[in-house]
């Protein structure tokens, strides 16, 4: 070590605008989550006051975190905050529409309780929802801090910008990206793997839409690859395992993968 680096980490400290830690935001996200889902904790047992006293106290944490973050300084934190919980009735709504198609859309999944406490893809798209809600408030920072969290947990990278639709569903998860300018309808299903990306990453391309739309009632198969602000997956379209599309394709389309296999050895069974 030298002491060239030593002062450019005393100068790079200095310089840095203050922001609440990670964890201190990440565990904001999580007890909100754990409010509106009680199935995720051991034995809730709150009275009507006491869950009251609970949001009210995520209200003022929120506002906590707002005032210390220094790119919200000039913003009105509690106007902010005061609307993004008048609207967690509706933010409610939209999260159990996406737990109600994981239970119907998957085999394995018994109940409720199991996607709430097992499904790394409701988990995703939950917090999602909380960070889309305040990117449309405009809060700066905090949004991309709570979505990179839950890609950190679930392997699922979605965009705070991205704007998603109803009864949404993602299955597996892992390794799924979802980009800043997606657009999806309602009632999509996703598989591991699945990006949903831009063609180029030229920084001027960043207020332009850059990443595909996807209409209503598409699945998406493990592996693809859509990319492109111009690409639009028509309604109902079912697009197979690791399809690499940077094109439109009308609704109703199946498109699919098809590659040769090739046998390289065989052994005599004996």
């Not at 005393?10 to 990440?26: L, T």
């Not at 529409?97 to 790394?120: H, M, Q």
């Not at 839409?209 to 592996?223: A, F, L, M, N």
Request: charge should be negative.
């Amino acid at each position: 070590m030298n002491e060239e680096l030593y002062l450019h980490i005393f100068n790079k400290q200095n310089s840095i605008e203050p922001v609440p830690s990670n964890q201190e935001i990440a565990e904001w996200v999580i007890s909100l989550m754990n409010l509106l889902y009680p199935e995720r904790l051991t034995t809730p047992d709150y009275s009507v006051n006491e869950i009251k006293r609970r949001f009210a106290r995520q209200e003022k944490e929120l506002i906590k975190i707002l005032n210390a973050t220094k790119a919200c300084e000039n913003f009105d934190n509690e106007a902010i905050v005061a609307e993004f919980f008048a609207g967690l009735p509706e933010l409610y709504r939209k999260m159990n529409t996406d737990i109600t198609a994981i239970l119907n859309g998957d085999p394995a999944a018994k109940s409720e309780f199991e996607v709430i406490r097992c499904y790394p893809g409701f988990l995703a798209i939950a917090i999602y929802r909380i960070a889309h809600v305040l990117l449309k408030a405009h809060v700066p920072l905090i949004p991309r801090i709570i979505t990179e969290y839950a890609h950190s947990i679930t392997g699922i990278d979605i965009h705070p910008g991205a704007l998603v639709g109803e009864y949404f569903y993602i299955d597996h998860g892992t390794g799924v990206v979802i980009g800043e300018t997606t657009v999806i309808g309602n009632h999509v299903k996703l598989y591991q793997g699945v990006t949903l990306g831009a063609l180029s990453v030229e920084k001027y391309m960043a207020d332009i839409k850059r990443h595909p739309t996807i209409e209503d009632h598409v699945i998406i198969y493990s592996g693809a690859t859509i990319l492109g602000g111009e690409t639009h997956i028509g309604a109902g379209s079912v697009i197979g395992g690791n399809v690499w599309l940077t094109k439109s394709v009308p609704a109703g389309s199946t498109v699919y993968h098809q590659s040769s296999i090739k046998v390289i050895e065989t052994k005599d069974p004996k």
